[in-house]
């Protein structure tokens, strides 16, 4: 059986007004269709309210960035369109902060997903690419940091600190073989 709409409307009703219970604790009452109306409207209201922000929720995406040195010296510290815009933006970047002879394979990049059209570029790009763990991210913040507060900035310079210093306990992202390149081409 395939979830229509109605079923993910049921599911929202069920947490909304029985506390994720699904089970109604008396019986029909005098003035219920007054409350089931006013239930109604609620549920609409968040479907409204979840609507309008996920349409304008991907036109705020950034990418928080921090580039480092070898000795953890901050060089730049950006935040980036998603998107093709902000690929470009990185690339430059880096060629700005990066010796005139320096080959790819010298980029460390640390972020925290082993997909999406970001970690392609980054791998046909010929940097090494660590995919971190959001918890292994969290744990060493909670090492590093002693607030505890949790940033976009913070964790990109988490991620920096991390791929400098401890990344061999991380595995680096393979990119696809030429075979598989092969498959996906044709």
């Not at 003035?31 to 109306?37: A, P, T």
């Not at 995406?61 to 510290?77: F, H, K, S, V, Y």
């Not at 815009?85 to 990049?109: K, N």
Request: glycine content about 10%; some cysteine.
């Amino acid at each position: 059986m395939v979830p229509c709409s109605w079923d993910g409307r049921h599911d929202l009703a069920r947490h909304v007004f029985h506390g994720r219970r699904g089970d109604l604790r008396r019986g029909y009452h005098e003035g219920m269709e007054d409350q089931i109306g006013a239930l109604g409207l609620a549920l609409n209201c968040i479907t409204m309210w979840n609507t309008v922000y996920l349409d304008h929720a991907p036109t705020r995406l950034r990418a928080d960035l921090e580039i480092q040195d070898e000795t953890g010296r901050r060089l730049a510290r950006r935040k980036l369109p998603e998107g093709i815009a902000g690929i470009g933006q990185l690339h430059a970047l880096l060629a700005e902060h990066l010796p005139v002879d320096a080959e790819p394979d010298q980029v460390v990049v640390g972020i925290e997903t082993d997909r999406g059209p970001w970690v392609q570029a980054l791998l046909a790009a010929g940097y090494q690419v660590y995919a971190i763990n959001p918890l292994s991210a969290s744990r060493y913040r909670e090492r590093h940091v002693t607030s505890g507060a949790k940033s976009d900035p913070g964790d990109a310079k988490v991620l920096a600190d991390l791929v400098r210093t401890d990344r061999q306990h991380h595995r680096p992202i393979a990119g696809d073989s030429e075979l598989a390149e092969t498959v996906a081409v044709t």
